[in-house]
């Protein structure tokens, strides 16, 4: 395969650009790759810039459930450019997605648009704390809500407590109000919750998509709800993964459990920067301008934004059994995958929800992000490359997830099972 255009471009972008991307992972640091430089896509496939084809298992990390180009959604993207780019004024249109966001996700009264995930987090960790009136917030190691400061903060070492930033910048002032406890570990956020009277919300991604694939066991969540309770704090679920890919109706298709907020992102944009946060009426009506609790976007609800991500919404609604076919999808690609490692002695941990799945290079079931952390990287990394060579295009990362979309099927899958043969027998024999 020659990527001579691709190291070309990426060489160019990295005198102008902090390390030639505009966000971190798509360098491919961890798998020693040169990332592509994509020129087009269509259906489950990208082109890059030496013209070479790839079966894309990434949909721009998330978005594109319908694959690229979906003809319904780029109508109603053209339909909407030609009457205007942007008003900074309502539009029906709004209405119109957060009327369809609400009718689907069960719990919510009111959602608010903004541009992207970590905006969408921001704005409803500051409404817990405003509604709550208390400052401190909880998160679980291993889940990723955006780039936001008080978020960025990993576990400090040792049992479970306030933690430390995970990236310089950000001020320990901030992440001194930031709790960070175990995923799939209820004694750790009770301890949590005791070394701090002063919770405001617990935030968590209930299907962790961002340590690879770590759903929550349904006994955690409810175990979730009621510390929170126990204690007067808010329950954040951030869905901007998770919704409308690991089933229709998110994390309520799995775990019977009231929420207070949630944060929604990727597929409902069709691949546009768009975002929402929702939650209940008396929690929502806090948000300026009705309540005091200020939070703004000059672009927010931007209407192309909007009509891909409500077109795209419309469509995946209508399309009978989406979900159980791309699980379906799901389940014989990682199966296969794993399979043909078994043969050649390679031990893998996989899991699917809905059109999402993962897969860790490990001897022992994933639970929590050091079991993640656990797993064989080295392998990974070199499984990534020879995929990527063979025209496989999956996340750079072991702490990713994969996404299936509508146009791909079983043949689809099939090929890449067949190359992890030959890329498997490459790596223990080769
Ligand atoms: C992607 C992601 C975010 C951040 O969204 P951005 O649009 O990249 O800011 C937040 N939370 C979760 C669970 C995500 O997967």
Redesign the pocket.
């Known amino acids: 395969m020659d990527i001579i255009n691709s190291i070309d471009a990426f060489n160019e972008a990295k005198s102008v650009i902090p390390g030639g991307v505009n966000s971190p992972v798509r360098a491919f640091g961890s798998v020693n790759g040169n990332p592509r430089m994509i020129k087009s896509a269509y259906k489950c496939y990208l082109i890059d810039e030496d013209n070479n084809e790839y079966i894309d298992f990434i949909q721009s ?2 978005p594109l459930i319908l694959g690229h180009r979906d003809a319904d959604v780029i109508d109603a993207i053209k339909y909407t450019l030609e009457k205007g780019v942007s008003y900074g004024a309502p539009t029906i249109l709004e209405t119109e997605l957060a009327k369809e966001i609400i009718s689907i996700y069960d719990g919510i009264d009111k959602i608010r648009l903004v541009n ?4 969408a ?1 921001m704005s409803a960790l500051r409404l817990a704390r405003a509604f709550s009136k208390k400052d401190d917030i909880i998160k679980f190691d291993g ?5 936001n400061d008080s978020l960025l903060v990993s576990a400090g070492s040792g049992c479970a407590t306030f933690g430390s930033p995970s990236s310089p910048g950000v001020p320990s002032d901030f992440s001194k109000h930031t709790l960070v406890a175990r995923y799939n570990d209820l004694d750790s956020l009770e301890s949590c919750f005791k070394a701090s009277n002063n919770v405001a919300c617990v935030i968590i ?1 209930p299907i962790a ?2 340590m690879g694939l770590v759903p929550a066991n349904v006994e955690f969540i409810k175990g979730v709800r009621k510390l929170c309770d126990k204690y007067e704090a808010l329950l954040v679920f ?1 869905e ?2 998770s919704g409308f890919r690991a089933a229709l109706e998110g994390a309520n298709h799995y775990y019977n459990t009231e929420i207070d907020l949630v ?1 929604f ?2 597929v409902i944009g069709g691949g546009f920067p768009l ?1 929402a946060f929702g939650g209940r009426d008396d929690i929502m009506n806090m948000l300026s301008p009705l309540g005091n609790v200020y939070q703004a976007g000059t672009l927010s609800g931007n209407p192309i934004a909007v009509a891909a991500g409500y077109s795209t919404l419309l469509k995946i609604k209508n399309i009978k059994n989406i979900y159980e076919n791309l699980e379906n999808l799901a389940i014989r690609l990682t199966n296969g995958i794993k399979n043909k490692a078994n043969n050649f002695g390679f031990n893998m941990q996989t899991c699917v929800r809905g059109s999402m799945f993962g897969f860790f290079f490990n001897n022992n079931e994933v639970k929590n992000f050091d079991d993640a952390k656990n797993s064989d990287t080295g392998l990974f990394a070199k499984f990534h490359q020879k995929m990527l060579q063979r025209g496989v295009y999956f996340a750079p990362s072991t702490f990713e997830s994969g996404f299936i979309c509508t146009p791909m099927n079983e043949e689809t899958i099939d090929k890449v099972i067949n190359d992890s043969e030959i890329v498997f027998d490459e790596i223990r024999n080769g």
Not at 116 to 119: F, K, L, N, R, Y
């Open positions: 990390w998330g992207s995930g970590t905006e987090t889940c990723y809500h955006g780039h991604e998509g961002n951030d901007v993964m944060t992102g990727k975002a």
